[in-house]
């Protein structure tokens, strides 16, 4: 029964480096006066990013250790967006509108079919 339940839900120490994550991309975002697209992308980025570290390098029983981890991630995640976009900006600009491009019509299909 336990596994069933490990299968169904994500492992909790994933789960906090994840909310850690958004704590600390929503940080990054508002100290460097990102507007709502720019901080939404990094919280997303920086969710795959925590959950990736967790997941791979963190012990399970840690989760204390992934939810710092998280946060740590989503700061990172804000300066190395800036940094990307320093060194090539147009190409940010083309993945952050092909990332809202793709998500607007995923939720357009999704609210369709209900």
Not at 85 to 114: C, E, H, Q, W
Request: charged share 20%; aromatic share 10%.
């Amino acid at each position: 029964m336990m596994d069933e339940w490990k299968l169904l839900f994500t492992h909790t120490g994933i789960l906090f480096a994840m909310i850690g994550s958004v704590v600390g991309s929503f940080h990054s975002a508002k100290t460097q006066d990102d507007g709502w697209r720019r901080t939404l992308m990094e919280i997303i980025i920086g969710i795959y990013a925590a959950a990736a570290i967790a997941e791979r390098y963190l012990p399970d029983v840690g989760v204390w250790q992934c939810g710092l981890a998280g946060v740590g991630a989503g700061l990172i995640t804000g300066y190395a967006l800036e940094a990307f976009d320093a060194v090539a900006p147009k190409a940010v600009r083309n993945i952050l509108s092909g990332v809202f491009a793709r998500l607007a019509d995923m939720l357009g299909t999704l609210a369709g079919r209900k």
